[in-house]
């Protein structure tokens, strides 16, 4: 990474900038101006995660990059976060949204502003400007998006395919902590007073997520797929294939009719320009790009841009902590891509395999090519609990074995179903669908899918999941429990994909009834009889590298000093007395002291994800997390602990916020709340 330290225009801060609201409350905006540019656009970022401590390394990387090049780049801190007034009930309510528009308002009212607004961010703040966008305020000319979705019931952190994450309960953990946090006593004279209201009003959002087990008006809200049609602001989208927000780019490409264009490479959930697994890109040049084109009018060509480029992943041995994938780019001038074509493979099983007294293992054939038994077959898909160990998390972070490892352990527990050893690499693009004809022996359960790559050796990579909750089968709006022991034709996407499959290894659907800890398990062990299925494979005619994309480049980094190291595990422990399997998570990112303004914050996380491999009822998520904030005799600490268990008919979730000024408990709440089981 190159970093820069001479640009075009030298650049100032503003370390507070006040942006009074209608209603009167005061949002902080930290701002990085080009002196001597004159009325320049604005691009703003606009997230919840606090700009004095939270994102700042980030954050000083890349807007002092931007701005010395010509735009006044502005973070600014949600409404009830970080230095800004107010109270913040939930994640993309109406109120942050209207927020936003009057911010971009703001912005483009100001002397130094030339009127023109973009709008960018990573996670939250790609949801954001995606729904910003869709709001259509004057100003706002173009939105970079970054791991977003368009539709926050199919493709976000609380449910995939109508099953209930893993995830809804641990952001829900997160988002406690990092919300129980004071603003800057050096920016806010009142930080005690408006501390404690926050405190006050912290809402446990787990449990409200978690009651919502059907596509209704509240996940309608923010998501831009309910009528693409009012997407009228250009979009440059990002993904990552390591992140599990790969899904949206294609979408928007697909579907939007503003100029659009999209990038996804084989990333975690990180900028592209320092994320792993490389190769890493300069996503501050393509930014620049795109801002240069769409808020300052200048004629370089960025809408002509392939519509779609995507890192094609190749064939290499399962790493959970990968620093780099070898692959290559691949630019599609249309999306949906011309050079790829539908290949249908059938799922069969050798009648000698379904007299075998082991898991029968099924196999994957052309429709052209079947064997003489493969369309006539009855199996039993029930797995044990704990499969889904190596399933990796939700949005990886970093090198600490985030990503999906080795798939053969989980593939040993599930119904795999195997085509032929290649002679030839197999390049797919796009998402794969399966078809599946299948009773169940419950009313409540779900099926997951795992695409996989198997090596020689055994090996076996994800390629791509899907899952769905079967009593979803018809509709997201109106699930219905399934039908006991009555067979009915299902159909899911397995998640977009970009990958070769090299010479001598094999592609495998893996299927299963658990998916721990990903996904929630279902309150009883279900047996799915599955006795038909296909898989609709998106095959790519081939190519060589397609884009030389430049090498990333940042403005130079913060000035910090590490006054304690982080140390971070990860382990999968079992309990040779009780019979448990526990995934355990201690990740301390230590401590620092930023040397500009003098504030030294540290913050610490354990997760326990526990289950017994009979009993779905033994399922146990217990999160901790502990935030610090100091600068000379001045010192706080917030404590969250979280707690998910299930009976089969409700879902608890407890949690306790405990908040310290020194050594003194100031605050302390106990939430406790049960939810029906009505379709997971």
């Known amino acids: 990474m190159k970093i820069v330290t001479e640009f075009p225009f030298r650049v100032t801060e503003e370390p507070d900038l006040g942006i009074v609201l209608s209603d009167g409350c005061r949002l902080s905006a930290r701002v990085w101006r080009p002196e001597g540019a004159g009325p320049v656009p604005a691009v703003l970022e606009y997230i919840p995660y606090r700009k004095r401590d939270g994102t700042l390394p980030r954050d000083e990387m890349m807007h002092a990059y931007v701005a010395g090049h010509g735009y006044a780049c502005v973070r600014v801190d949600m409404r009830g976060n970080g230095d800004s007034e107010g109270l913040m009930t939930d994640e993309y309510t109406a109120q942050e949204l209207s927020d936003a528009c009057e911010v971009i308002e703001w912005l483009a009212a100001q002397d130094w502003c030339s009127g023109s607004v973009g709008m960018m961010g990573k996670s939250w703040g790609g949801f954001n400007c995606l729904q910003t966008a869709y709001l259509q305020p004057p100003a706002l000319k173009a939105v970079m998006s970054a791991y977003s979705t368009t539709d926050r019931f199919a493709d976000d952190i609380h449910y995939k395919g109508g099953c209930l994450l893993g995830e809804n309960f641990g952001w ?18 009142d930080w005690r007073a408006e501390w404690l209201k926050r405190l006050e009003a912290e809402p446990w959002l787990a449990p409200r997520w978690a009651e919502m087990q059907q596509k209704n008006d509240y996940w309608k809200h923010g998501s831009v797929s309910e009528d693409y049609s009012r997407m009228t602001v250009p979009v440059l989208s ?28 084989p990333w975690v959930h990180q900028y592209p320009h320092t994320a792993v697994p490389g190769p890493a ?8 790009r795109w801002w240069d084109r769409w808020l300052k009018g200048i004629e370089n060509g960025a809408e002509h841009d392939p519509a779609y480029r995507a890192y094609m ?4 041995p399962p790493n959970a902590s990968a620093k780099h994938r070898a692959g290559h780019w691949v630019a599609e001038a249309a999306w949906p891509s011309p050079r790829v074509s539908r290949q249908v493979l059938a799922l069969g099983v050798d009648a000698e395999e379904l007299s075998a007294p082991q898991t029968p293992r099924g196999y994957l054939s052309r429709e052209d090519d079947q064997k003489e038994s493969s369309g006539v077959f009855s199996i039993a898909v029930n797995t044990r609990q704990q499969l889904g160990m190596h399933t990796g998390e939700f949005f990886p972070m970093g090198l600490n074995a985030e990503m999906p490892g080795d798939q053969a352990s989980d593939d040993a527990l599930s119904v795999c179903f195997d085509g032929a050893v290649l002679e030839q690499p197999l390049d797919l693009l796009g998402a794969a669908r399966l078809s599946l004809t299948l009773s169940s022996d419950q009313p409540l359960a779900f099926v997951v899918a795992r695409l996989c790559d198997v090596g020689p050796d055994g090996s076996s990579v994800r390629i791509a999941h899907g899952m769905l909750n079967l009593c979803h089968r018809e509709s997201m709006e109106s699930p219905a429990p399934m039908p006991i022991g009555q067979a009915v034709e299902v159909a899911f996407s397995i998640d977009q994909m970009a990958y070769r499959l090299a010479a001598g290894h094999h592609l495998r659907v893996a299927l299963s009834t ?30 060589e590298n397609e884009w030389d994309a430049p090498a990333p480049e940042v403005a130079k980094p913060w000035a910090h000093r590490v006054l304690r190291a982080g140390k971070t595990t990860r382990k999968i422990e079992t309990d040779l007395i009780l019979g448990t399997t526990a995934l ?11 040397l500009s303004h003098g504030l030294c914050t540290g913050e610490s996380m354990t ?12 399922a146990r998520a217990v999160h901790t997390w502990e935030q610090r904030q100091s600068r000379g005799d001045w010192s706080i600490k ?15 979730m407890q949690a306790t916020l405990t908040a310290y000024e020194g050594d003194k408990i100031v605050f302390e709440r106990h939430y406790d709340e049960e939810v029906p089981r009505r379709f997971v």
């Open 172 to 189: 829900g953990a997160v988002m406690l902590s990092y919300s129980s946090r004071p603003s800057d006593p050096v920016l806010r004279p």
């Open 238 to 265: 990002w993904g990552g294939w390591a992140d599990n927000y790969m899904n949206t780019v294609a979408h928007l490409v697909e579907n939007v009719p503003a100029p659009v264009k999209g990038i996804v490479g």
């Open 281 to 288: 890109v300069g996503f501050l040049q393509v930014a620049l």
């Open 313 to 316: 992943i190749h064939s290499e």
């Open 514 to 543: 658990t998916y721990w800890p990903f996904l929630w398990p279902s309150p009883l062990p279900a047996t799915l009889t599955v006795t038909a299925g296909s898989l609709d494979l998106p095959v790519h005619q081939g190519s």
């Open 584 to 594: 355990v998570i201690s990740d301390d990112l230590g401590d620092v002291e930023n």
């Open 607 to 618: 997760e326990l994800w526990e289950i017994h491999p009979d009993n779905p009822l033994a």
């Open 638 to 652: 917030t404590n969250a602990w979280a707690e998910m268990t299930a009976t089969a008919t409700h879902l608890r």
